[in-house]
């Protein structure tokens, strides 16, 4: 399989299932679904997050050496400013719904500042070189 059609098909499958995760948690997360016997959609959807911040590190992790900004770290930069962003989004709405505890507002105030250092990267910079040495 070439490569292109690769990434090509697993972006578009894995930006379904983060759609479908973002503006529709109800659906996967309905008492009925996560009642039904012998379910342990929960537990499973909890791995797959799990799943995602482990591969998500792992990506910049081994991009730790390369220049963030400019156009070969664009991809990098670009995939934590969203992550980071609808992050921050998210825990907003959490917190002006009332769920403002301590963990939630420090997470908040880690999120907005990675979107800003990640957007900053990514729209003003012109790129940041890789520490040499």
Sequence with gaps: MPTKLLLTLTALLLGLAG?????????????TTLTA???SLLPALMQLLGALYCGFAFVNFTAR?????????RPISFGNFVHFTIGALALVKVAASGGATPLVIGALVVYAALAVIFG?????????????G
């Design 65 to 73: 050496d390369s220049a963030l900004g400019g156009i070969y770290g």
């Design 37 to 39: 016997p012998g379910n």
């Design 19 to 31: 759609l479908v995760a973002l503006f529709a948690p109800e659906v996967l997360l309905s008492p």
């Design 120 to 132: 900053r990267l990514l729209f003003v910079a012109r790129g940041l070189p890789a520490k040499r």
